[in-house]
């Protein structure tokens, strides 16, 4: 998964109309791939039921998937970062494509575990080099807009992903879900093979030298724990959120469907305040405001679980607070990053989309051990010790930048 647009969403505007098509072709490219990403949350239990094995099995799809984002897709950008831009969009779509009709094919769940490798390491490489293609498309004072247009295929995605695979799950199947998101991926390969220009491979794509420099600076590393373990708090539940629903509130298939679409509002309305707060409050402060958030929403989750408003009105808490988090988060490092300055600056925003997905295959992971040998409903109990751990690193990286207040970090970080 990648972070959203950090605080705000923007469309481009004053480009002419081939331009306007371009952006909106890697908009339609990022949308399918977030949406392969938040589908599975909504189809747990029937992929689980067709291939034979329990829910806490199948969520190890959730981490397979988290884990080819955070280790596959940087591997994979500078793989093709020597490569014709088009063509290398048109390779990783095409990998996307071809991932995602192994889901809706294959009969074991062998099959579906490589499935999802696959097309979770073409998710990142797309996003990262179609923000790329995005800001070369335009002139300098709209790169901004450009790249918020290409990543607004996120926001709808996270919107939109959860519902829409509940929703088409009940009319055509599971299977036949990752086959409609194999053929919107086929529709990606050939709109980029129709609008986006060819592109001589540029120094977008940054070495595996200075991201694994980028590790050893200690408050970037404080900064991607903060990061894995926010996330982990809500991914620890998030997957098996359906079950929940269905079997202690006792919501039916399209009950669920509108209240995850409730939950995927209240995260964009979560991102726009966390975006706000970062810039007012900190964003150490408001990390730990979103995380208070996530914990006591948890809690509370154990509570009401068998109260179909309360359990409703929780979730849009949830959400809200779980969001809140992920702009203050990458502003974060973004400014550790500047204060060191070169390279870094490049690599930094990436690592931490990897952070965030090594939380959720964790945490995901965890929720699935727990879920083998208990009740769904002891879920939040893990993600509420992620957000307990999460707490401890923030304590650690505050007193780690009052030491290094005499160096270049700015006190706002």
Same mark, same amino acid.
């Given at each position: 998964?990648?972070?959203?647009? =950090?605080?705000?969403?923007?469309?481009?505007?004053?480009?002419?109309?081939?331009?306007?098509?371009?952006?909106?072709?890697?908009?339609?490219?990022?949308?399918?791939?977030?949406?392969?990403?938040?589908?599975? /949350?909504?189809?747990?239990?029937?992929?689980?039921?067709?291939?034979?094995?329990?829910?806490?099995?199948?969520?190890?799809?959730?981490?397979?998937?988290?884990?080819?984002?955070?280790?596959?897709?940087?591997?994979?950008?500078?793989?093709?970062?020597?490569?014709?831009?088009?063509?290398?969009?048109?390779?990783?779509m095409g990998l996307f494509s071809v991932g995602n009709l192994i889901v809706g094919l294959s009969p074991a769940f062998e099959g579906l575990l490589v499935g999802r490798i696959a097309s979770g390491a073409a998710h990142g490489a797309v996003v990262a080099i179609g923000a790329s293609v995005a800001a070369s498309l335009v002139r300098g004072e709209r790169e901004g807009r450009a790249v918020a247009t290409v990543l607004l295929g996120l926001t709808a995605a996270m919107v939109l992903g959860v519902p829409v695979g509940n929703a088409l799950g009940g009319?055509?199947?599971?299977?036949?879900?990752?086959?409609? =998101?194999?053929?919107?991926?086929?529709?990606?390969?050939?709109?980029?093979?129709?609008?986006?220009?060819?592109?001589?491979?540029?120094?977008? /794509?940054?070495?595996?030298?200075?991201?694994?420099?980028?590790?050893?600076?200690?408050?970037?590393?404080?900064?991607?724990?903060?990061?894995?373990?926010?996330?982990?708090?809500?991914?620890?539940?998030?997957?098996?959120?359906?079950?929940?629903?269905?079997?202690?509130?006792?919501?039916?298939?399209?009950?669920?469907?509108?209240?995850?679409?409730?939950?995927?509002?209240?995260? /964009?309305?979560?991102?726009?305040?966390?975006?706000?707060?970062?810039?007012?409050?900190?964003?150490?402060?408001?990390?730990?405001?979103?995380?208070?958030?996530?914990?006591?929403?948890? /809690?509370?989750?154990?509570?009401?679980?068998?109260?179909?408003?309360?359990?409703?009105?929780?979730?849009?808490?949830?959400?809200?607070?779980?969001?809140?988090?992920?702009?203050?988060?990458?502003?974060?490092?973004?400014?550790?990053?500047?204060?060191?300055?070169?390279?870094?600056?490049?690599?930094?925003?990436?690592?931490?989309?990897?952070?965030?997905?090594?939380?959720?295959?964790?945490?995901?992971?965890?929720?699935?051990?727990?879920?083998?040998?208990?009740?769904?409903?002891?879920?939040?109990?893990?993600?509420?010790?992620?957000?307990?751990?999460?707490?401890? =690193?923030?304590? =650690?990286?505050?007193?780690?930048?009052?030491?290094?207040?005499?160096?270049?970090?700015?006190?706002?970080?």
């Amino acid at each position: 998964m990648h972070l959203p647009p =950090v605080g705000h969403v923007a469309v481009a505007t004053g480009v002419d109309k081939h331009t306007s098509l371009r952006l909106y072709t890697l908009t339609l490219c990022v949308f399918a791939i977030g949406v392969a990403e938040f589908l599975l /949350v909504g189809l747990l239990p029937k992929v689980a039921s067709g291939v034979g094995v329990s829910v806490s099995e199948a969520g190890s799809l959730v981490t397979v998937y988290a884990l080819a984002i955070a280790i596959g897709s940087p591997l994979l950008i500078v793989a093709v970062g020597r490569f014709d831009t088009r063509w290398a969009l048109v390779g990783l779509m095409g990998l996307f494509s071809v991932g995602n009709l192994i889901v809706g094919l294959s009969p074991a769940f062998e099959g579906l575990l490589v499935g999802r490798i696959a097309s979770g390491a073409a998710h990142g490489a797309v996003v990262a080099i179609g923000a790329s293609v995005a800001a070369s498309l335009v002139r300098g004072e709209r790169e901004g807009r450009a790249v918020a247009t290409v990543l607004l295929g996120l926001t709808a995605a996270m919107v939109l992903g959860v519902p829409v695979g509940n929703a088409l799950g009940g009319a055509v199947g599971w299977r036949g879900t990752f086959l409609a =998101v194999a053929g919107v991926g086929i529709v990606g390969v050939l709109m980029v093979l129709a609008w986006i220009p060819s592109m001589p491979a540029k120094d977008h /794509v940054t070495g595996l030298r200075t991201q694994l420099e980028a590790l050893r600076i200690r408050p970037l590393l404080l900064s991607y724990a903060v990061t894995a373990l926010s996330f982990g708090a809500s991914f620890a539940v998030f997957p098996y959120l359906t079950p929940l629903l269905h079997e202690h509130a006792g919501f039916g298939t399209t009950q669920i469907t509108w209240l995850l679409v409730l939950f995927g509002g209240a995260t /964009v309305v979560g991102n726009l305040a966390g975006g706000r707060l970062a810039d007012t409050l900190g964003t150490l402060a408001t990390t730990s405001i979103g995380l208070l958030g996530v914990t006591l929403s948890l /809690v509370a989750l154990t509570l009401t679980a068998n109260n179909p408003f309360g359990i409703a009105v929780n979730l849009a808490v949830w959400g809200f607070f779980a969001f809140m988090i992920a702009p203050a988060v990458q502003t974060s490092v973004m400014r550790v990053a500047q204060s060191y300055g070169g390279e870094l600056v490049k690599v930094a925003g990436g690592l931490n989309v990897s952070a965030f997905n090594v939380g959720i295959a964790l945490a995901s992971y965890a929720g699935a051990v727990v879920l083998g040998s208990f009740d769904v409903i002891r879920t939040p109990w893990v993600g509420i010790a992620f957000a307990v751990a999460g707490f401890g =690193v923030i304590a =650690v990286t505050r007193v780690s930048r009052l030491q290094a207040r005499s160096e270049t970090l700015p006190e706002s970080v």
